[in-house]
């Protein structure tokens, strides 16, 4: 089972922490293509490559994965862009999201029957909902 890994880089580091439990949870479960999300080097800067290498590079694992687990509480113009590559190659997609009152998710995520959208509150909800969503 290969799992694409998508989180915010761009958008914000604030869950870098949470991503790395994720990453080492999905681990569990099949082969993480991407576990440089989860990378504390990796600042809001991103890695130091060309872009046009990391865009080539994702998109490639993104078509070879077989599922793909996007954390959305942090919006990210990548990772809704990875989503609705990820839709078009009909792969199937697991949202976690962590819901507060002060923000909500995108209609575009949240209303797409497409993908699986899951609330959680914190790590430890994960592993039943990873149960659930590889079963
Ligand atoms: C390097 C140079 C300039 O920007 C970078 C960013 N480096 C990245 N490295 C790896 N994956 C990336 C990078 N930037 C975006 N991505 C992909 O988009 C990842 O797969 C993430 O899931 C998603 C994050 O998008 P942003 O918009 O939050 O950066």
Redesign the pocket.
């Known amino acids: 089972m290969k799992i694409y890994f ?6 914000g580091r604030d869950d870098q922490g949470l991503y790395l439990e994720i990453v080492n949870l999905l681990k569990d479960y099949g082969e993480v293509l ?1 576990e ?2 989860a990378d504390v080097k ?1 600042s809001q ?3 130091m ?1 060309a ?1 046009e290498f ?1 865009y080539e590079r ?1 998109m490639g694992w993104l078509k070879e994965s077989d599922v793909v687990v996007a954390e959305v509480t942090t919006p ?4 809704g ?2 989503l609705g590559i990820a839709e078009t190659l009909k792969k199937k997609v697991l949202c976690l999201y962590r819901e507060s009152p002060e923000r909500s998710l995108s209609a575009m995520v949240r209303g797409n029957g497409a993908f699986e959208v899951v609330n959680y509150k914190e790590l430890e909800d994960l592993k039943e909902i990873f149960d659930k969503f590889f079963k």
């Open positions: 998508a989180a915010s880089i761009r958008g991407t440089h999300i990796i800067m991103g890695e490559k872009t990391i994702d990210s113009l990548g990772v862009y990875e």
